[in-house]
């Protein structure tokens, strides 16, 4: 390889690629979608303990308990290893970090876990979810949180 062609490389490998954010009602519907599979997996997880009645482990039931693993389970891992829910597979949309880095486990955690528990413990918290309508990065509270951004996937 010659000189020209090295600097061509270092070039094109400096070269800023713009990001579209994805607004409000494409992370919607991505979301309508993933709380449909996760709807889903819970019935079949669910469905042997039909026969148990409800189990209660101090204030939770066994199914209680289930079924909020199942969704943070779900958030976690889809977003760590394929940078997306099937959600927003299927509406085009992807997780980034800030910098453009691989996404690491302490985002993820405080953006799937952390903030999603936010904006379920408190009653209003749910509101804060049109920040991302009015945001110039279309950032919701979880993603200022986990220092990331959803973006069309180009």
Do not use: C
Request: proline fraction near 2%; charge should be positive; glycine fraction near 6%.
């Amino acid at each position: 390889m010659n000189e020209e062609q090295e600097d061509h490389i270092l070039s094109t490998e400096r070269t800023i690629i713009p990001r579209r954010y994805a607004g409000f009602w494409m992370r919607f519907w991505a979301y309508s979608a993933d709380l449909l599979i996760i709807y889903s997996i819970n019935g079949i997880l669910l469905s042997p303990l039909k026969f148990i009645n409800n189990a209660e482990i101090g204030f939770w039931t066994v199914t209680g308990i289930v079924s909020v693993l199942t969704f943070y389970v779900y958030f976690l891992l889809m977003t760590k290893f394929f940078g997306q829910t099937v959600g927003k597979m299927i509406f085009g949309l992807r997780v980034i970090r800030e910098d453009a880095a691989a996404l690491k486990w302490s985002d993820l955690f405080f953006r799937e876990v952390i903030g999603r528990i936010l904006h379920r413990v408190f009653f209003f918290a749910f509101l804060l979810y049109v920040v991302v309508a009015f945001s110039p990065e279309k950032k919701g509270v979880h993603d200022r949180i986990g220092n990331t951004r959803v973006v069309y996937d180009e």
